[in-house]
C-alpha cells in the first residue's frame, strides 16, 4: 500500500510539474509583425499607353489571431502608398494606393524554431489622391475607378528567437486593378498585381 501510495504521489507531482511548465511556455492567441516590404509592381494594362506605376519600399503592420496553433487570421495593413504613374517609362501623374488585405493562414508545427505558414485571402484597395499633368488632363481628361477587390496568396515563415520574439520572412502575390477612363469612356484596364517581399519582427502574446 505505501509502495502504491508513493508511486501515486510521484506521478501527480510530474504531471502537476509538467503542467506547470506547459502553462509557463504558453503564448497567447495574438501575434503582431512589423515588416519592411518591396512592392513589385507587375504592372500590365489594355489602354495601350503602357502605363505602370513605381516599385518602392513601403512599411507593413499586420495582426494575427491564432485559433488553433496550425489556423490563424492575419490582417495586413499600411498607410497609404504614393506612386508615379507612367506611360511609355513618362511621368503622367501620381496617385495613392491603400490596400488593407485579410488572409487566413495554415501554420505547419513539428520544425522547432522554423514555422513555415501559407495563406489566402482577400484585397481591398481604395485609390486616392489621383492627379494627372495639366497636359494629359486637358488632351485625355483622363480618371480611373477607384475601388478594387482581389485576391491574395502568401507564404513565408515565422523563425523563433524566444518565447514571444520571432524574425519573419514573407512572401505575397497581390491582385490590384482598376477602370481607366478617358472624358467618361472606359479606354482599357490596368493591373497592378504587385508581388511584395518582406522581413520583419513578430511578437506572440
Do not use: C
Not at 73 to 89: F, S, V
Not at 96 to 119: E, N, S
Not at 163 to 191: P, R
Amino acid at each position: 500500500m505505501k509502495k502504491t501510495l508513493l508511486a501515486i504521489a510521484a506521478v501527480s507531482a510530474f504531471t502537476s510539474g509538467a503542467a506547470f511548465a506547459q502553462t509557463a511556455d504558453a503564448v497567447g492567441p495574438f501575434m503582431v509583425r512589423v515588416r519592411t516590404v518591396h512592392l513589385d509592381s507587375r504592372n500590365h494594362d489594355t489602354t495601350g499607353l503602357d502605363l505602370s506605376i513605381n516599385n518602392k519600399w513601403i512599411p507593413e503592420v499586420d495582426v494575427s489571431y491564432f485559433f488553433t496553433p496550425n489556423f490563424a487570421a492575419e490582417l495586413i495593413l499600411t498607410y497609404p502608398q504614393k506612386h508615379d504613374l507612367r506611360a511609355g517609362g513618362n511621368k503622367i501623374g501620381t496617385l495613392k494606393h491603400l490596400p488593407p488585405t485579410l488572409l487566413g493562414q495554415y501554420h505547419f508545427a513539428g520544425m522547432g524554431a522554423f514555422k513555415p505558414y501559407v495563406g489566402a485571402g482577400i484585397n481591398y484597395t481604395r485609390f486616392s489622391g489621383v492627379k494627372f499633368d495639366p497636359a494629359v488632363d486637358a488632351a485625355l481628361s483622363p480618371s480611373i475607378k477607384k475601388n478594387s477587390w482581389g485576391g491574395a496568396l502568401q507564404v513565408g515563415f515565422d523563425y523563433t528567437l524566444t518565447k514571444n520574439w520571432s524574425l519573419n520572412v514573407d512572401v505575397k502575390k497581390v491582385y490590384i486593378g482598376t477602370d481607366v477612363y478617358s472624358a467618361g469612356n472606359k479606354a482599357g484596364s490596368f493591373k497592378v498585381d504587385p508581388v511584395l517581399v518582406g522581413v520583419g519582427v513578430g511578437y506572440r502574446f
